[in-house]
């Protein structure tokens, strides 16, 4: 083993370090002006818009639908769709000007002490179109503005008297890879259990807290800028499963529309592609004919992925209860739930560790105590995780995890819905 003092006192290294340090000390002025404006411009920009954010005047609706409902997910996955007219990026002018970013929304699942409440944050600015796309879908439905739910528990919790535990979950694959949705629930379904329900156990769990007991599912999403970006990345995992080599920019091929006027070719001519598939030997079968049924229906999955409208998605959850009764497994079941999203050639939710509030070494109680504030803080102000970027959902996996169940569906949750369904005014009433 070498010695460390003996690579210090080495006299390559030695010249090595005072070059280095000589030529910092000359050339320092060069470099250090640009580092600092990207620091200085990432500080200036936080403080632009925290300011405009605390100009936003926020919403909390909450939608109740009749108990004879019978919408399925899909009829969500439209609502979530019309969602993405909130999509309003800024130019340069309202970025640095103004401090204006890129809106939101929360979609929320909440239960408190068995009731069940279907939960949307928006900026007040966009609540009507909120409204109309849920109405589109859902006539009968009634949504009302409600009280920050968040603001009826103490602001400091976890303390002497509350508890929590909860997480942020990411994903286990890349984004394009998709999760279980709700047509895989209905397909494998039998004929008597054709209406199984993907966020039924979820209503379940939140129907047996008992008072004082509090299980809150956050859903943010925010339409993603550049939709191309979103489907490149799937079609690179696609050729890469495929094992298609793909000429370098500026090579034979550059561009998409080089390989659309090549297969036109193809198609036309009869002439074999000038672009390689596989990486057999000569006279072999393409690595494409050579693919498992898994590895097709992989591919399948991945192109109806990136085929619908995607959002930028964070996805947590929060257990807290009073600390005389705080349940732990309660919490613990919420993986469980999730769990039936996964699929192992697929993707599937996993915990994100650095905002799981658990910690097994180094200062426990002290670390836990500051993870378990901050995951609170970000929840009530519904913001995106800060340590790594959000991933992207299409419309159907949104649908899948945040949708208005039916009682047919959900049959024992105690869901807050419509007490009686509205019907309009009788022609003979009179109008003055």
């Known amino acids: 083993?070498?010695?460390?003092?003996?690579?210090?006192?080495?006299?390559?290294?030695?010249?090595?370090?005072?070059?280095?340090?000589?030529?910092?000390?000359?050339?320092?002025?060069?470099?250090?002006?640009?580092?600092?404006?990207?620091?200085?411009?990432?500080?200036?920009?936080?403080?632009?818009?925290?300011?405009?954010?605390?100009?936003?005047?926020?919403?909390t609706l909450e939608a109740k639908i009749p108990e004879e409902v019978e919408k399925t997910p899909k009829a969500m996955e439209q609502v979530i769709h019309g969602f993405h007219g909130i999509h309003d990026p800024p130019n340069l002018k309202e970025r640095y000007i103004d401090g204006k970013a890129l809106f939101h929304l929360s979609l929320e699942i909440v239960g408190i002490g068995g009731d069940i409440h279907f939960i949307i944050r928006a900026p007040e600015r966009h609540r009507n179109l909120v409204e109309s796309n849920i109405y589109a879908q859902y006539p009968d439905a009634e949504i009302r503005e409600v009280d920050d739910y968040t603001l009826n528990v103490p602001p400091d919790i976890p303390n002497k008297d509350y508890e929590l535990w909860g997480a942020d979950f990411t994903l286990t694959k890349p984004?394009?890879?998709?999760?279980?949705?709700?047509?895989?629930?209905?397909?494998?379904?039998?004929?008597?259990?054709?209406?199984?329900?993907p966020i039924s156990s979820l209503c379940e769990l939140m129907s047996s807290l008992k008072e004082g007991e509090q299980l809150w599912v956050q859903i943010l999403i925010r339409p993603?800028?550049?939709?191309?970006?979103?489907?490149?990345?799937?079609?690179k995992l696609v050729n890469k499963i495929l094992g298609r080599k793909l000429p370098k920019k500026g090579g034979l091929l550059s561009g998409p529309h080089e390989y659309v006027r090549e297969g036109t070719r193809v198609v036309v001519m009869g002439e074999p592609p000038m672009w390689d598939i596989g990486e057999g030997a000569p006279g072999e079968e393409p690595l494409m004919w050579k693919l498992t049924p898994g590895e097709t229906e992989v591919i399948k999955a991945i192109e109806a992925n990136i085929s619908k409208v995607g959002c930028e998605t964070n996805l947590r959850f929060i257990y807290l209860a009073k600390s005389d009764i705080f349940y732990k497994p309660n919490a613990s079941a919420v993986f469980g739930v999730f769990r039936q999203f996964h699929t192992l050639n697929l993707n599937g939710f996993r915990p994100d560790k650095k905002s799981m509030t658990k910690i097994t070494y180094f200062l426990v109680?002290?670390?836990l105590y500051l993870r378990k504030r901050k995951l609170f803080r970000y929840y009530k102000g519904r913001d995106f995780p800060a340590h790594r970027l959000p991933y992207v959902f299409n419309t159907e996996e949104l649908a899948t995890v945040y949708h208005f169940p039916g009682r047919i569906a959900v049959p024992a949750a105690p869901v807050s819905r419509v007490e009686a369904r509205k019907g309009a005014p009788p022609p003979t009433l009179p109008t003055e």
Do not use: C, H
């Open 224 to 235: 993603i800028i550049e939709e191309r970006k979103w489907v490149e990345e799937g079609q």
């Open 365 to 367: 109680n002290r670390r």
């Open 175 to 197: 984004d394009p890879y998709p999760i279980r949705t709700y047509p895989s629930f209905e397909s494998e379904a039998t004929k008597e259990e054709k209406r199984i329900d």
């Open 1 to 59: 083993m070498i010695d460390i003092l003996e690579i210090f006192n080495n006299e390559a290294f030695s010249i090595f370090f005072l070059n280095f340090k000589n030529f910092f000390i000359n050339w320092w002025w060069t470099f250090t002006p640009v580092i600092l404006f990207f620091i200085l411009n990432e500080l200036y920009l936080y403080w632009k818009q925290e300011k405009w954010w605390q100009g936003i005047k926020w919403v």
